[in-house]
């Protein structure tokens, strides 16, 4: 595997989606109010497909 990249100002981190990212991101997903600004949502299959 490739070595992974990291990004990082004092407001943002940019890095590679890691497993222990699903739950918050299932949180976010479920919140109606969030979800107002988004045209869908990222399903568990969906994040879970390997990533390229």
Known sequence: ???SIE???PRLLLRVRRDADLQ???TLSAD???MESFPTG???TRWL???S
């Open 42 to 44: 990222l399903s568990r």
């Open 49 to 51: 497909e390997p990533r």
């Open 7 to 9: 990004l990082e100002s």
């Open 24 to 26: 918050p991101l299932a």
């Open 1 to 3: 595997m490739a070595e």
């Open 32 to 34: 109606p109010l969030v």
